[in-house]
C-alpha cells in the first residue's frame, strides 16, 4: 500500500520557485501521482496529475523520476495568493492515499 | 461541469445523535471515498465504495458506517455521534485512477 510522506511546512518568499516534495516507496506499476491545493475552509482543488517524467502545465509543474518513488511539484514565481496547504496523492484501481499535507506559506 | 455536493456546509449535532452525511456525484463516477480532515492529521481515509452496495473500510472506520444504494449517491453514517467526530468532512469520488473530485466539504461540529 502506498502511503506518501511530505514535509509539513515550508516558507518561500514572493516570486521565488517553490518545490514540494513526497516520497511514496511503495507506489504500484499503475499508481498515478496527484497533487492537490487547499484553502482554508474549502475543500482540495486539483493542480496536476502525473505518471512518470514531467508533466506542466498552466499552474505547475510535476517531476517523476524513473523509479517514481517521489515527486516534486513546483510552483514557479509564487505568489502570496499560493499560500495553502498542499496535497500529494497517489491513486490506484484499489487505493487511494494522501499525505498529510505541506503547508505553503509565501512571505511578501 | 463535474459536480460533487455534500448535503450540508455546516452541521451541528448533539453527542449520541444519528447523524447522516450524503455525498452525491453526476459523473457516473465508479469510486466514492469519504474522508475526515483534523489540523495537524490531514485527510484521514473512513470508507469508500467502487460501485453499488460495495464498501471497504479505510484508516479509520470506527464510529461509521456507509451505505451506497445508487451509483451517484454515498452516505456517511455516524451511528452514535461523538465529541470526537467534531471535523470537516470530505468527499472524493473518481474514476479509474484519475479524474479526482473533492465535493465542498462538511464541517460537523458535535456538542
Known amino acids: 500500500l502506498a502511503k506518501t510522506t511530505q514535509p509539513i511546512s515550508m516558507d518561500s518568499y514572493e516570486g521565488q520557485e517553490v518545490n514540494i516534495t513526497c516520497s511514496h516507496n511503495?507506489?504500484?506499476?499503475?499508481?498515478?501521482i496527484t497533487w492537490y491545493q487547499q484553502f482554508p475552509s474549502q475543500g482540495p482543488r486539483f493542480i496536476i496529475q502525473g505518471y512518470k517524467t514531467k508533466v506542466t502545465n498552466e499552474v505547475a509543474s510535476l517531476f517523476i523520476p524513473a523509479d517514481r518513488k517521489s515527486s516534486t511539484l513546483s510552483l514557479p514565481r509564487v505568489s502570496l495568493s499560493d499560500t495553502a496547504v498542499y496535497y500529494c496523492?497517489?491513486?490506484?484501481?484499489?487505493?487511494?492515499?494522501f499525505g498529510t499535507g505541506t503547508r505553503l506559506t509565501v512571505i511578501p | 461541469d463535474v459536480k460533487v455536493t455534500q448535503s450540508s456546509r455546516y452541521l451541528v449535532k448533539r453527542t449520541g445523535e444519528k447523524v447522516f452525511l450524503e455525498c452525491v456525484q453526476d459523473m457516473d463516477h465508479e469510486n466514492m471515498f469519504w474522508y475526515r480532515q483534523d489540523p495537524g492529521l490531514g485527510l484521514r481515509l473512513i470508507y469508500f465504495?467502487?460501485?453499488?452496495?460495495?464498501?471497504e473500510k479505510g484508516d479509520i472506520p470506527e464510529g461509521y458506517s456507509v451505505s451506497r444504494e445508487k451509483k451517484e449517491r454515498f452516505s456517511l453514517i455516524l451511528e452514535s455521534a461523538s465529541t470526537n467526530q467534531t471535523s470537516m468532512y470530505l468527499c472524493l469520488t473518481g474514476g479509474i485512477w484519475y479524474e479526482q473530485y473533492f465535493g465542498p466539504g462538511t464541517r460537523l461540529t458535535v456538542t
Open positions: 465504495s467502487y460501485d453499488v452496495k460495495m464498501k
Open positions: 496523492l497517489v491513486a490506484g484501481a484499489n487505493n487511494l492515499f
Open positions: 511503495n507506489i504500484a506499476t499503475n499508481d498515478y
